[in-house]
């Protein structure tokens, strides 16, 4: 079985610093791992997608994450907080070699960012 | 010109009444979703829609049925609402054939349902 965890609810950082959201996975096969931001009373916005290839992975808003297979993990990185980044981050990951299952999410790290 | 849409955005109702969202996409997608997310922000996929036929049915109690009239609508009904149904239900799609794709999704605006 897959899943995902996410092991902080919640993150604060002050602007203009670094931030990192942390997410571990686990999955039988090779994983396909995404990162979405949801921002008040909204859907969900993808930011970015690991599925083969360079470790590191860009995506949207200046966000990165790099996906590291010893470890399990594929964290989501900025290197300089906005205020308008603060919002909820869902982890998510689906095993390829397992078929026609569906995508299962993290519950989610609120981050904050400090003006 | 929004790409998932969904009506209505709020639903307040009671306890044992029927009703049903609905969700539009326009992005020429052949797969459809939809997610329940608790209050905890905890979210669950319900069911998925290639092209109009079911192909993940997650354990969701048989009072919610979805249906697809073509592959740009999927909605969600549910029967005898409880109160352990209020949530915010979020409907997505993604182009490729199959929920098992590297496709990301793309998620509509949520419909707030309270049940009373």
């Known amino acids: 079985a897959q899943s995902v965890a996410q092991p902080e609810d919640q993150v604060n950082v002050a602007e203009g610093n670094p931030l990192t959201v942390k997410c571990t996975y686990s999955?039988?096969?090779?994983?396909?791992l995404f990162w979405y931001v949801q921002y008040p009373n909204r859907g969900l916005q993808f930011l970015l997608k690991y599925i083969t290839g360079d470790n590191l992975v860009k995506g949207s808003y200046g966000f990165e994450a790099e996906f590291n297979k010893s470890q399990t993990s594929f964290h989501l990185k900025k290197p300089s907080a906005l205020v308008s980044d603060s919002a909820l981050y869902f982890c998510?990951?689906?095993?390829?070699?397992?078929?026609?299952?569906?995508?299962?999410f993290g519950k989610g790290t609120r981050l904050s960012v400090i003006a | 010109d929004t790409a998932v849409s969904q009506t209505p955005k709020y639903l307040v109702t009671q306890m044992g009444n029927d009703k049903s969202i609905k969700c539009e996409q326009n992005?020429?997608?052949?797969?459809m979703y939809w997610y329940k997310q608790d209050s905890k922000k905890f979210l669950k996929i319900m069911f998925s829609?290639?092209?109009?036929?079911?192909?993940i049915n997650e354990t969701v109690p048989n009072r919610f049925s979805p249906k697809s009239p073509d592959k740009a609508h999927l909605n969600l009904h549910i029967n005898s609402l409880e109160l352990g149904d209020s949530a915010v239900y979020f409907c997505?799609?993604?182009?490729?054939?199959?929920?098992?794709?590297?496709?990301?999704?793309?998620f509509g605006p949520g419909t707030r349902l309270t049940v009373l």
């Open positions: 997505a799609s993604s182009p490729a054939s199959g929920a098992s794709s590297y496709n990301e999704q793309f």
């Open positions: 998510a990951v689906r095993d390829l070699n397992s078929g026609n299952t569906p995508l299962v």
């Open positions: 999955v039988s096969g090779n994983p396909y």
């Open positions: 992005l020429g997608h052949d797969t």
């Open positions: 829609y290639n092209n109009k036929e079911l192909i």
